[in-house]
């Protein structure tokens, strides 16, 4: 069965800081992935998504991601965060139902 | 994008009784909905997979006379908790589509007394 691994389940930055979050999946088979984010109170919003081709995905709000397949990662980055960037970021893939992550919560400190 | 409804938001209900939780794809149709589970401080945990005009397929752990799923249109599924006690206290979400373009539902709020 698939699943998904995000080993930093908290993670505390000050405005500025570069991030990088860990994914990790174990499947097989081609797959999908994506990386949620889920400010306070809020639903679930996808922040960028990799099916094929170039494996450096660019999404909303300045993040990015590498597929490396050899390493079964897709790590998520952001060069300079922001206060607001405070919230919870899912990993999940497919092809099944998405399968997600724990969940990495991230706090921002001003 | 495409916009997915889930009603009611937030419900809460006593001990022993259903609850019913609609999840609708307003401008799309939706052959397949996933329905998950969000205890708070935790990770999404999928339950089953419905497909349109055929049975639902559970989660392992997941009782499926608990969590009755129907999915009569290519536009509505439906999650009943039957009996609900405490423990099934959490936020429900749906997710339409398939696997290449999903859209999740806000998600319904449901606190058992």
């Known amino acids: 069965a698939q699943s998904v691994s995000q080993h930093n389940h908290h993670v505390i930055l000050s405005e500025a800081a570069s991030l990088e979050l860990g994914c990790n999946y174990s499947?097989?088979?081609?797959?999908?992935l994506f990386w949620y984010v889920q400010y306070p109170g809020q639903h679930l919003q996808l922040l960028l998504k990799y099916f094929s081709g170039d494996p450096l995905v660019k999404g909303i709000k300045g993040f990015e991601a590498e597929f490396i397949k050899s390493k079964f990662s897709f790590n998520l980055r952001k060069p300079s965060v922001q206060w607001s960037d405070t919230a919870e970021y899912f990993c999940a893939v497919t092809p099944r139902a998405l399968t997600f992550g724990s969940g990495t919560r991230l706090q921002v400190q001003p | 994008g495409a916009v997915v409804s889930q009603h009611p938001s937030w419900v809460i209900c006593k001990s022993g009784t259903s609850v019913k939780i609609e999840c609708r794809s307003l401008?799309?149709?939706?052959?397949?909905m996933f329905w998950y589970r969000q205890f708070p401080k935790q990770s999404l945990m999928l339950m089953a997979t419905s497909n349109e005009g055929s049975k639902a397929t559970y989660e392992q752990g997941v009782e499926k006379d608990k969590f009755l799923i129907n999915h009569a249109s290519l536009t509505l599924s439906t999650l009943t908790v039957t009996s609900a006690h405490p423990e099934d206290s959490s936020f429900y979400i749906c997710?339409?589509?398939?696997?290449?373009?999903?859209?999740f539902g806000p998600g319904t709020r449901l606190t058992v007394l």
């Open positions: 499947y097989g088979g081609t797959v999908n």
């Open positions: 997710l339409a589509g398939g696997p290449d373009t999903q859209y």
């Open positions: 401008d799309f149709q939706a052959t397949t």
